[in-house]
């Protein structure tokens, strides 16, 4: 998949709906004022802003939650030796990341948030089908995110669910009000205090006092089938991540090279990934049936009294903040679910209407969710793989192999431009990725035909790669030719 250095949007500014607003307004957008203005419009070049390298900490912020730690301890829960699973979440993690900054790299091509631009391979009515999937996604993220910070800050403050989950959802709010510039600012800042806190935690975990003394793990044998369960979550949690990468990179100037916005997301997303997965294997094959908050607390406490409590809090100010970025990618998907069948101004009540009430929606689901929510996990990220393996897949096709890169802009907002209102051959392609998928899953509650056949190994992902991404190939020859014609 080849990638150049020049691809980006001809023309640079659209002719349509954004590129006619007011400049006073256009002005407002970039950041100028104390909250973001624009939502699911274009970014004009005069907005710009910002360093690629800041990709970087951004994304290892992100992805540097319990959250992503509990996904670690997915091996040693089904009885993964540790090596086995570290292995596992190394190679999935590194994977899944693969296409997370890929995406990346479309922000600053497009200057559009991340799911919009799905309306050139979906239609802008027909893009609302992975929308749906996406919002599930967000929705599904912080309901977890918001357990998690709840156990850990109940480890040194009193209150229950109905005291911390509102409170913890307001902050999120805020931060996602406030917008881009501000949740770039506090993930940037948060990877110094992580990277020493857990730097210090994982020396101990690995060589202390502590790793001598419970140094016998757990775990059976080697079985490729939980392998191969436990790779697959960790590529969908990364994967997941695709759904909103352009949402952070749309602000980079338009010439920023392309290489370096997807080494910079990669650098980011895969660090943090590998190195918090492998320490949730590493201390759930020590500590079986603790959960990620209750680990960290024994082996920092372990270290220093005090410092394994000190190291939780410091985890739920992180997933705070990527509690913020949730809210705020999923105000974007449902204002552009929204615009597809009545125009959505852009402004700032519309932004803080749409956020409220997907984290609303949080609330309720978070109150409702069984205590048993890690099992519940595993499932939700294997759906998530699901739903999202083909939406990647024909994303990147349309951007890489079939477009190069180049979009009429002002058409993605024109329901009679030349990406219409429905796309036969990206929903087919979409519907047909996940229908071909169905054969290889293995859930808890449902196990494919070929998934059995292979002993119950899940590699529907790499199913729905393939047939997604090389149907939409085969369906878009007629636009390939008349690029091909128009060069």
């Known amino acids: 998949m080849a990638v150049s250095d020049e691809t980006r949007a001809p023309g640079g500014r659209p002719s349509g709906t954004a590129a006619h607003e007011p400049r006073a307004q256009r002005a407002a957008g970039g950041g100028g004022g104390l909250i973001e203005v624009r939502s699911i419009d274009y970014v004009p070049p005069e907005e710009r802003h910002g360093k690629v390298w800041h990709q ?26 540790v090596a086995w699973s570290i292995l596992a979440v190394v190679l999935g993690a590194c994977f899944g990341t693969f296409f997370m900054a890929f995406h990346a790299n479309q922000g600053p091509r497009m200057g559009l948030p991340q799911m919009i631009q799905s309306r050139a391979q979906f239609g802008l009515r027909g893009a609302v089908l992975p929308f749906a999937a996406v919002v599930f996604v967000y929705v599904g993220f912080n309901v977890f995110n918001v357990v998690l910070a709840t156990e850990g800050l109940r480890t040194v403050l009193p209150g229950g669910t109905w005291l ?5 959802i307001a902050l999120a709010v805020v931060l996602a009000v406030v917008g881009h510039d501000l949740i770039h600012l506090v993930e940037r800042w948060l990877t110094y205090i992580l990277i020493v806190v857990f730097g210090v935690l ?10 001598h003394a419970h140094g016998g793990g757990s775990g059976g044998g080697f079985s490729w089938t939980t392998f191969l369960v436990v790779f697959s979550a960790a590529a969908g949690y990364q994967i997941s991540y695709a759904v909103y990468v352009s949402d952070y990179s749309r602000y980079l100037p338009e010439d920023v090279p392309a290489r370096k916005v997807i080494w910079w997301t990669y650098l980011g997303a895969a660090g943090s990934a590998v190195w ?14 603790a ?37 705020y990618g999923a105000m974007l998907t449902s204002t552009s679910a929204v615009d597809a069948f009545k125009k959505v101004r852009p402004t700032v009540r519309t932004r803080v ?17 069984p205590s048993n929510y890690l099992a519940s996990f595993n499932n939700f990220l294997l759906l998530m793989l699901y739903f999202l393996v083909p939406w990647t897949a024909v994303n990147l096709v349309d951007f890489y192999a079939v477009r190069r890169g180049h979009y009429d802009i002002a058409a993605i907002f024109d329901p009679n431009g030349e990406y219409g209102r429905w796309s036969p051959a990206g929903l087919t392609s979409y519907v047909v990725g996940i229908v071909a998928m169905v054969p290889f899953m293995a859930l808890s509650f449902y196990t494919g035909p070929i998934a059995k056949a292979l002993g119950g190994a899940d590699i529907s992902f790499g199913v729905g790669l393939i ?20 060069a």
Do not use: C, K, Q
Not at 164 to 168: A, D, E, N, R, T
Not at 300 to 323: C, D, E, K, Y
Not at 353 to 369: D, K, M, N, P
């Open 353 to 369: 209407v749409g956020i409220v009430a997907i984290e609303l929606i949080v609330l309720v689901v978070a109150l409702s969710l």
């Open 164 to 168: 911390w989950y509102p409170l913890l």
């Open 276 to 289: 918090l997965m492998s320490l949730g294997a590493l201390l759930g094959s020590r500590l079986p049936g």
């Open 467 to 486: 047939v997604a991404g090389g149907l939409y190939y085969a369906l878009t020859g007629s636009v390939r030719r008349n690029l091909a014609l128009a």
């Open 291 to 327: 959960d990620a908050v209750a680990a960290v607390r024994t082996v920092g406490n372990a270290l220093l009294p005090g410092f394994g409590t000190f190291a939780v809090l410091v985890s739920v100010v992180a997933i705070i903040g990527i509690m913020g970025v949730n809210a």
């Open 202 to 211: 994982t020396v101990y975990a690995v060589f202390g006092h502590w790793a």
């Open 56 to 81: 970087g900490p951004f994304w290892f912020t992100g992805n540097f939650v319990l959250t992503t730690m509990v996904t670690g301890f997915l091996g040693p829960t089904l009885g993964l030796p």
